[in-house]
């Protein structure tokens, strides 16, 4: 088995960017592997070997931006609906981030 290339970290992260932007601009179900794989400029055998299929290219996209996520210290159970409306709206900006 050859060592990856110095080229495979960048095309990894244009198939997940272009992944993320296609299934929130078309959703889950209509975004093809082949959408996928032209908008991040790589052959489909390329997407495949570096990703997955499409269901490992979700996961991999909801895992990553996850992981960009934290708890601000000082986060106190919402008291209202206004203020549970406050934490989802932050919650989710910082999910699309």
Do not use: H, W
Request: with cysteine; aromatic share 6%; hydrophobic share 40%.
């Amino acid at each position: 088995m050859s060592a990856p290339s110095t080229e495979e970290p960048a095309a990894r992260r244009r198939i997940l960017d272009a992944a993320f932007s296609a299934f929130l601009e078309s959703g889950y179900a209509e975004t093809s592997t082949l959408e996928i794989a032209k908008r991040a400029k790589v052959s489909k055998r390329e997407l495949y070997a570096l990703v997955g299929n499409k269901q490992e290219m979700l996961v991999a996209c909801i895992r990553e931006r996850a992981q960009r996520l934290q708890v601000p210290a000082d986060l106190s159970p919402p008291r209202d609906r206004d203020s549970l409306a406050r934490v989802l709206v932050s919650f989710g900006s910082q999910l699309l981030r």
